[in-house]
């Protein structure tokens, strides 16, 4: 097919873009994590694998990604389906700028808030001591549950607002037609809603995963020093110990790695990724 | 912000010069005089870079960093970028073997009158590679530790970052001065192993050992200074390990916190100034160093970050109160005993920073 003038013009950007932007670098770092002192090597990968600190880490990581995909989505359905079928059309909107709130600043400031909150010397203590509830202060941060909190708190949105935007299809009438034939509401979530709303939850497991996977500062600075996660080692590589070559092995093994995760978790739960876009 | 994305921009950003270099040729009658200055926070307070540019017109733009990202920045781009950057002196001569992103510093063209002379001749030795050297000094100071006298008593060592009578009270930065002030503790000598990959790699193990063990004691390892100061101030540390100034900041709030050097000695680094293989705009990197180091100018400096200047003759500006804290900290037996460190072995860094994570990971 011929492409006219204009057609050129206008994707000349985005080829740019991708090829300088994305293809270039990623080559880049390819081809870096292939070399050694002076030669090229699989010493690289074959450390990920030798070394346990590394894949432990990145088990550690995936682990605790999936923890917290899971308890993000748990906890986006019911919001979800109250935004869409319960509350008012005209109170909907508003929830949505309610949601969308901590987003307007950047995830740094949305952490430190949390540790204002939460540390030893923090507002929640000083609640609770002055209520009575403890005499010492308790220490809330640096755990891995505060973490994983923090985590599903800044990945919410990413699961909500596909829920959203599927269920809005949902035929009330469905609904309705359940109740009336005395279905349980666990019956109705689990036979009309959650097949339903199959893609949107799909597709906000993976950004919600590839988000939480890749992740650097909420793990480093409200897990404290327990909380080793792959992405800091990646920077570690790179920065402390000026190992590139390593970083970019670690960078490409984080990107197939995770890439095999959600394949494997879309064949378990029956998926396929051409589905999502219907 | 995920962390590929901010390792990709490093390498992205070679890519976007070509873009940038386009731009500049359409822009560049717009273009400003402008020093491009990677360093350190609060190493150019806005007071003096208001003056510098009334004085020269030169608009300076300063992007703060720390030494790691330095390298890593300039090693991105092959020196490009910068104008000058503000390296600690021990981290310079390796990285300039290795990756060649300084160029030589013309020392014709510095007021060598400014700058106290022995520290002048440190950064020269200690910077020297194939003959010619990469730095100019611009301050000084040490980490040690920051102990609340009020709450802890006796924490004179290195030793009490592992001392479990002070449990989940202790900080420090998983960085090199902990594993180093902590080799001076247990008996090794960690600059006179820096020759000796295998002595240092035994030294490391040793230290990594210690670290996992007293790893319950610690409150939390600090990523950044003010965070440190934030804890010790709100009293959920007592002792810490810690640059002077940021204690000093601490001890002019509260009389108890106070900077202690350790019996092992204090670990002495000096920041310098270095020039880019690529800077762009040589004449103001040279113009701002001569401008910095002026007595009048580097007090401004050190009294507003409480940090020891490398500038000759800059006593008579300094805050009495700053000179207080000085001299409390650093009597000469002090002075004699603060190891400074040499110009680090590449290989080693990467040895420290696997024994890091491994600290970093254990439970």
Redesign the interface.
Known sequence: MKRSGMFWIFITPVLLWLV??IF???L??LLLSFRGDASWTLDNYRNFFTEP?YW??FVRTALYSIITTLLTLILALPVALYVTKIAKPGLRGFLMVLLMLPFWVS?LVRIYGWMILL???GVLNYFLQSLGLTNQPV?M??NDATMIMGLVYTSMLFMVIPLVSVMDSLDNSLIEAACDLGASKICIWRTIIIPHCKPGIVSGSIVVFM?VL????TP??MG?????WF??????????????NQ?AAF?FL?LVLSSAIIWLGLKLTGQRLGELSS | MPLTLTLLGDFVMKKVVLFAVFLMLCSSAAMADTLQLLTWKGYAPKELVDKFEKETGIKVEATFSNNEEMIAKLRATRGAGFDLVQPSQDRISSVQKEFKIYQPIDYKKIDVGQIVPSMLEAVKKNTLVEGKSYAVPFCWGTSGLVVNGAQVKGATSWKALIDPQYKGRISYRLKRPALIGLGFALGFDPFALYADEKGYAAMLAKIEEELIKAKPLVKNYWANGDQLLESVRAGEVTVAEAWDNGAWKLHDGNKDIDFVAPVEGALGWIDTFAIPAKAKNLDAAYKWINFIMKPENSAVFTNAEKTATAAKGAGKFIDPAFQANFDRSYPQTVIDKIKWYPPVPAKLEALEGKVLDKIKAAN
């Open positions: 300088l932007l270039l670098p990623h880049d770092l600190i432990l880490t995830e540390r030893e010397s220490e941060l640096y988000l890749g992740n650097y500062l480093n600075l404290g020093k327990n909380s080793l992405t800091e080692q990646i920077y570690n590589q790179f920065i402390a110990s000026f190992n590139w970083g960078g984080l």
